[in-house]
């Protein structure tokens, strides 16, 4: 099921890039903002935040899965709906951070993260707030990519689900 859930984060991250000039996720060599995009936060050199903002939601996301090297250990901040994945043999519980993205030939993909939250989970379906340290871990002989939450917090006001860029 893990499997199932990172391909289908990656294939929506793939398929909703059709037709989009996402130009290298908007970040330069030196990590530093590009203009052409006034939402798109890139953190200066020496900070470590990586914040993904709406109007880039899939392209920034497609960044950290296509170069993890850049971003494992670097805290990332992003709002999404809170979702909740069951393994079907075993059962295990996986918990995401995601928004919808478009989908190419009718087929639909989330964009977001797995995360791993030490305290109680808030309901399926609200909007949050996810901020943690990215990592790779590994089950059954496969890497993923999870953020390992440091604040996960309910907001009242819901931002964009469905994301195109």
Known sequence: MKVIIALLVMCGCLLAGCGNDISAANVSSEGTENTNHSDVVIPAPLDDVVEIKEKMFIAQ???????????????????????IYEEDVTGEIFYAVIRYGPGCCGIDGDAGFEVKWDSEYPNQNDWVE?????EEYEDNGFNYLRLALTSLTVLPTRGAEY???
């Open 61 to 83: 996301t497609n960044d950290v899965y296509f170069n993890p090297e850049d971003y494992l250990g670097k805290t990332i901040r992003y709002e999404g709906i809170f979702d």
């Open 130 to 134: 996810a901020i943690g340290v990215l």
């Open 163 to 165: 994301v195109s860029q």
